[in-house]
């Protein structure tokens, strides 16, 4: 399955779903060619579905719509996809706090399929904003 294609199929049917006059959302997705399995591409949509619906529904706390990016790159055997919102990412619970522990179920739902395809999740803030990387080595297909 050709993922760079599947991803910016899948951010359009999102984007157009979650925009409406006033409130317009952009995906804009950065993706290298690379051919994947369909077992592979699976949870990577289901991933990013998961990431870029929670990005839409808490980055923007005023209402307005926003502008998101996913960037697929691909070499010599492994992939990263990020998702970066302008949001601040979930808020980190202190020691003592009610869910100090324990993650919400986006982020269990985002581990757990990374796990299926053997992929590291890495979370960052920056000043731009929220990213979730994901990373992992593809087997059958390549680079077109």
């Known amino acids: 399955m050709a993922l760079d294609r599947y991803l ?31 077992d592979t591409a699976v949870p990577l949509g289901l991933i990013v579905n998961e990431l870029v619906t ?28 990020s998702v970066s919102d302008p949001g601040d990412g979930p808020a980190v619970p202190q020691a003592g706090e009610l ?22 999740v890495t979370k960052g803030r920056s000043a731009a904003g929220y990213t979730v990387t994901v990373a992992a080595a593809y087997g059958a297909g390549g680079r077109t």
């Open 99 to 120: 869910g100090a522990r324990r993650a919400g179920l986006g982020t269990r739902l985002v581990e757990t399929l990374a796990r299926q395809i053997n992929a590291t």
């Open 8 to 38: 910016i199929d899948l951010s359009q049917g999102i984007a157009s779903a979650a925009s409406s006059i006033d409130r317009p959302w952009t995906i804009i997705v950065d993706a290298d060619p690379l051919i994947i399995s369909t």
């Open 54 to 81: 929670n990005a839409i529904q808490h980055s923007r706390p005023d209402g307005e719509g926003g502008s998101l990016h996913i960037v697929l790159e691909a070499d010599a055997g492994n992939f990263s996809m």
